[in-house]
């Protein structure tokens, strides 16, 4: 367990709907970082919060949207989800600048 | 924009064998340097990560990475794999004005044969 917890682990969903994934960042951290894992896509920067306010932007749809509430724990927005939005959305959550990152398992979308 | 090349998409070895993963970034400042690995089914762990000094570093698992400034290279090494490392590695970096961002590479997927 590595203190980074999202849920739920797995989600199946059709076309067109919207789903929310949620993220509890490790006990003191104030960061979450959001990437998608995709076989093509590799590992893909999305979006980062700290202290509750967005921090950095990165290859985010939007049909995505984030925001990271006073106790800290986070929430990925996916909408008018697409077949191509079917990965693995990671949460991490940081300490500080420059400390690396704990990830958290992870949630399988997939879009049918 | 800073990126992160793993030219070997993937690599097979025997047990005993020695590794090295190549990783290469495009920035010419100062970076942060890490390396990450996802075993099946799992979240990404961090294996080791280098921010000044040493440009030897050692992580777990007997793992070690060397950062060449000149070569803007951070590859990752391991005298002798086991079974047990078979997992995905992911070269990542982090730049001082990218609002603490880590941008990772294409990962090397690793096997180790028994």
């Known amino acids: 367990d590595s203190g980074v917890t999202q849920t739920p682990k797995h989600l199946i969903t059709a076309t067109g709907q919207r789903v929310t994934l949620r993220c509890s960042p490790r006990s003191g951290d104030l960061s979450v970082y959001w990437y998608q894992q995709s076989l093509d896509q590799g590992l893909q920067f999305l979006i980062q919060y700290y202290n509750g306010e967005e921090r950095a932007k990165g290859n985010i749809l939007e049909r995505f949207s984030a925001q990271q509430f006073p106790d800290l724990h986070s929430e990925l927005n996916l909408s008018s989800l697409e077949l191509g939005d079917s990965a693995l959305y990671f949460c991490a959550s940081s300490a500080g600048q420059g400390l690396g990152y704990t990830f958290g398992s992870g949630t399988r979308l997939t879009v049918v | 924009a800073q990126s992160v090349s793993q030219h070997n998409h993937h690599v097979i070895l025997s047990e005993a064998a020695s590794l090295e993963l190549g990783c290469n970034y495009s920035?010419?400042?100062?970076?942060?340097l890490f390396w990450y690995v996802q075993y099946p089914g799992q979240h990404l762990q961090l294996l080791l990560k280098y921010f000044s000094g040493d440009p030897l570093v050692k992580g777990i698992k007997g793992f070690e990475a060397e950062f060449i400034k000149s070569k803007f290279s951070f590859n990752l090494r391991k005298p002798s794999v086991q079974w047990s490392d078979t997992a995905e590695y992911f070269c990542?970096?982090?730049?001082?004005?990218?609002?603490?961002?880590?941008?990772f590479g294409g990962g090397t997927r690793l096997m180790v044969k028994p």
């Open positions: 920035y010419g400042g100062t970076v942060n």
């Open positions: 990542a970096v982090m730049v001082g004005n990218a609002g603490n961002m880590l941008t």
